[in-house]
Nanobody
Framework: QVQLVESGGGLVQAGGSLRLSCAAS????????MGWFRQTPGKEREFVAA?????????YADSSVKGRLTISRDNAKDTVYLKMNNLKPEDTAVYYC?????????????????WGQGTQVTVSS
């Protein structure tokens, strides 16, 4: 089992920044590829970013987030981060981190075995 706890969400004005953290405990964190997803009411959970176990490869959703969001990890601290710059109202969502031992399908929710409880990000215009 891997337990994941997100933090760092909150209310921010458009153009502002936040850094989300996801602290892991349980199994060996450095073995897991990690992902960030977000979800708004009535919509499916959508992929935001992912990072491989070593941090050597990162993936981002599309042009709407690429360049504004950066995923990173610190295996010594068992933590993955999502730095979000130039936030927009459409970034408002609950953000979830997830962990997987699979090395494929990182853009899909089905690839992940463990999920955190989520942290709310609200961007005001």
């Amino acid at each position: 089992q891997v337990q994941l706890v997100e933090s760092g969400g909150g209310l921010v004005q458009a153009g502002g920044s936040l850094r989300l953290s996801c602290a892991a405990s349980g199994r060996t964190f450095r073995n897991y590829d990690m992902g960030w997803f977000r979800q708004t009411p009535g919509k499916e959970r959508e992929f935001v970013a992912a990072i491989t176990w070593s941090g050597g490869s990162t993936h981002y959703a599309d042009s709407s987030v690429k360049g504004r969001l950066t995923i990173s990890r610190d295996n010594a601290k068992d933590t993955v981060y999502l730095k979000m710059n130039n936030l927009k109202p459409e970034d408002t969502a609950v953000y979830y981190c997830a962990a997987t031992l699979r090395a494929y399908g990182l853009r899909t929710t089905a690839a992940y075995d463990y999920w955190g409880q989520g942290t709310q990000v609200t961007v005001s215009s």
